[in-house]
């Protein structure tokens, strides 16, 4: 089945990002030789690590056979140029001591430069899940796309997009983990389904020290949700007196309670379920205001 163009230059995102050179030379002209040094990176570019390994082989290579497909480019107002597609190619071409590099200069609106830059890195080299989970959100907080929208112009179903957009919530301290590998896309998605970061970063601790697999942690994320409240969140020194508050309040209420104490503040946490359930709680707290 076809895909849909991303934005206008090529009809189909499955023939790779070569597609874009054909459409972009027609629309601009001849392919140009810039000075390496008068192109800075692409501000949107969502790939944040560059393997020193890739760079220095593509590099080798460039040096044995010249490049071999021009980078993509937008005129700037300082007769600098930035880049739309081409990233690693122009981090390699200084490696390899080159001067110039072959490029196509093209007027871009800010969401196709950072729709092409993801599309070139998800077809020649994969994003890590955070970068791309990153990326697209992005897109829908500065450019407005939904998630339908962007599935489209990536290629991918929505529920792969939903999934991406899910594991910005997880703790900034567990984006690291998942960049370097030490936790899949599965192992984040699991870690999603607990309530609290602190019992996130409790469980990807212990899946990165147990080397587990996702169906491993799932089990594990199974006992730690089937445990008592207190037992899972709170550290072995809380004061006694606050759990005991926290089960009165519980059995009361009829939902989950957690009581964060802080020497003499704190806060009270009280999960709802449903819409009808966190009706039933404001009525309660309606009621016992009317009456007191």
Do not use: C
Request: proline residues 4%; charged residues 25%; positive net charge.
């Amino acid at each position: 089945m076809p895909r849909k163009a991303l934005g206008r230059g090529f009809s189909d995102v499955g023939q790779g990002v070569s597609a874009l050179f054909p459409a972009f030379k027609s629309a601009d002209g001849a392919v140009l030789e810039i000075a390496l040094d008068r192109i800075r990176p692409n501000r949107y570019q969502p790939r944040q690590r560059f393997s020193d390994a890739g760079l220095a082989s593509l590099a080798a290579s460039l040096k044995t056979h010249g490049l071999l497909q021009p980078v993509l480019v937008q005129r700037g107002e300082d007769g600098t140029f930035e880049l739309i597609a081409g990233e690693r190619r122009w981090r390699a071409a200084q490696i390899a001591g080159l001067t110039q590099i072959p490029a196509i200069v093209r007027t871009a609106q800010t969401r196709e430069m950072m729709e092409w830059a993801i599309l070139e890195n998800t077809q020649r080299e994969d994003l890590n899940p955070m970068e791309r989970a990153q990326a697209y959100a992005r897109l829908v907080s500065e450019f407005s796309l939904t998630q339908e929208e962007i599935a489209t112009r990536m290629g991918i179903d929505r529920s792969s997009v939903a999934n991406f957009l899910r594991m910005i919530h997880l703790p900034k301290a567990l984006w690291g983990d998942i960049e370097e590998g030490r936790l899949s896309m599965g192992h984040a998605k699991v870690l999603l389904s607990l309530e609290n970061a602190a019992d996130q970063q409790t469980a990807a601790a212990r899946i990165i020290a147990g080397g587990w697999s996702v169906r491993q942690a799932e089990g594990h994320i199974r006992q730690m949700k089937s445990a008592p409240t207190a037992a899972r969140t709170r550290p072995s020194d809380a004061l006694p007196e606050v759990a005991d508050m926290e089960t009165r309040l519980r059995h009361s209420l009829g939902t989950r309670v957690r009581i964060l104490h802080r020497g003499r503040t704190g806060e009270i946490r009280i999960t709802y379920h449903s819409l009808d359930e966190f009706d039933r709680l404001l009525e309660r707290f309606e009621g016992s205001s009317a009456g007191s």
